[in-house]
């Protein structure tokens, strides 16, 4: 089953959720006056990361779901440069 159909719920959500949370993060970066969250943008972007690895959790088998195994490498990668940066 591809990760496009919408008969499995679930995989829908979570695509919902990356696109959702993508929207929250740029609206945050751009709030003006700031949100009550005064986290630097780095944080703000390390926390939408935190929330990505929740919906695609270690668990995801790269032989069943290639497309959801990506989007968590590509997560864990920025998650590390952010990390690395603000040191």
């Known amino acids: 089953m591809s990760a ?3 008969d499995d719920e ?3 959500d ?3 959720s990356l696109v959702t949370g993508a929207f929250l993060l740029e609206e945050s970066l751009e709030a003006t006056p700031p949100p009550s969250d005064t986290r630097p943008p780095g944080a703000l972007a390390v926390s939408y990361l935190d929330s990505v690895l ?3 959790p270690s668990s995801v088998d790269p032989v069943e779901d ?3 195994y990506a989007i968590r490498r590509m ?3 920025l998650r ?3 990390e690395e940066s603000g040191r």
Do not use: I, P, S, Y
Request: no cysteine; proline share 0%; glycine share 10%.
């Open 4 to 6: 496009n159909e919408h």
């Open 10 to 12: 679930g995989r829908t």
């Open 14 to 16: 979570r695509w919902q």
């Open 54 to 56: 929740e919906v695609f």
């Open 66 to 68: 290639f497309e959801g």
């Open 75 to 77: 997560a864990l990668a």
């Open 80 to 82: 590390r440069a952010l």
